[in-house]
């Protein structure tokens, strides 16, 4: 497996504690979760109907401010894994620094991979990938400027799990048209990463390959019937997107003692640069806080938005040390 956050057991290994004794803030996954109420025991004993999916996509329409076709998968990842199969292999080009499996999985596809810094620069790829808000360093773009971007490649994919507390960013409306295609991730914003729910948006042709591709069956009963009941609750939503808004302030003013700098961030995560990464991990890791490091970049160091007022504290707590 890459390098990824959430990775507790080598958290474990090297500091010792239960898992439950730690406060992971190495993911961007909201700690504050949507309350998940009771599950009907058919969600479980059950195969999903198409209905029953259906209803899912539907919820995420709403949710999502689309009306274009679209598919239920285990995650955004379970979509980017077939991404390489939606076209013939050729050039692909991806806007760098980013999420660090696009690259991998095209390349063991056989396709020809460029990293580049500018949009401009993924103009004349045969498949173009933004994330936008960016993971790690929160870098946004305008919809217009990724509109513009459709005539000048083959397909473009925008990969916008972190674009729910920013929804003016996002460009699902526009996921219709031919050569534009929208991941989507739920786990993260909703706080639920273990039900494996995404969806992937887009022209008719490419959610129909998509779906064929992932079986009659491509999320749980219990995804579904979570993900029908929290994709509908905008008043949670709303004030979700209130709330991380004002911790991102928070989280930036706490770390200012530590001479951190912040390089940028999404609304359920922030990206500092430190004198020594390493060595501020294990100061927050000696008081059973983790966080995201990255082998490229020794300096930057990644924390997720703490969640109850107990971790707030306990983060204030091991920074004043």
Not at 28 to 48: K, S, V
Not at 60 to 85: D, E, K, N
Not at 223 to 241: E, F, P, Q, Y
Not at 302 to 307: A, D, F, S, W
Request: proline content about 6%; hydrophobic content about 45%; some cysteine.
């Amino acid at each position: 497996m890459r390098e990824h956050g959430g990775n507790l057991d080598l958290a474990q290994q090297r500091f010792g504690r239960r898992s439950e004794d730690w406060i992971d803030l190495s993911t961007g996954i909201n700690r504050l979760p949507y309350p998940l109420g009771e599950i009907a025991a058919h969600h479980w004993q059950a195969l999903p109907s198409r209905s029953e999916i259906e209803a899912l996509h539907q919820a995420a329409r709403h949710a999502y401010a689309t009306s274009a076709p679209i598919v239920a998968m285990g995650g955004a990842q379970a979509a980017i894994q077939l991404l390489p199969q939606l076209a013939p292999r050729g050039r692909a080009r991806i806007l760098a620094p980013t999420y660090n499996e696009y690259a991998p999985v095209l390349s063991a596809a056989g396709w020809e991979v460029e990293e580049v810094r500018e949009l401009d620069a993924l103009s004349g790829a045969n498949l173009a990938i933004v994330v936008n808000p960016n993971n790690p360093d929160g870098r946004c773009h305008a919809p217009r400027d990724l509109l513009a971007l459709l005539p000048r490649v083959d397909r473009l994919v925008i990969d916008e799990s972190f674009v729910d507390a920013v929804p003016e960013l996002s460009l699902a409306s526009e996921a219709g048209q031919p050569g534009l295609m929208i991941l989507r991730s739920f786990g993260k914003f909703y706080g639920l990463a273990g039900v494996r729910l995404g969806f992937a948006i887009g022209n008719a042709a490419d959610i129909g390959n998509l779906a064929a591709m992932s079986g009659p069956w491509p999320v749980s009963g219990a995804a579904i019937a979570i993900g029908c009941r929290a994709l509908r609750d905008d008043a949670w939503a709303k004030a979700t997107s209130a709330r991380l808004a004002r911790d991102c302030v928070r989280l930036d003013e706490l770390v200012q003692s530590q001479g951190w700098r912040l390089v940028g961030g999404a609304p359920l995560f922030r990206l500092y640069e430190t004198a020594d990464a390493g060595a501020a991990q294990e100061k927050l890791a000696r008081g059973q806080i983790w966080s995201r490091v990255f082998a490229q970049n020794p300096t930057w160091l990644r924390l997720g938005l703490p969640g109850s007022e107990s971790e707030w504290t306990r983060l204030t707590e091991v920074l004043a040390r």
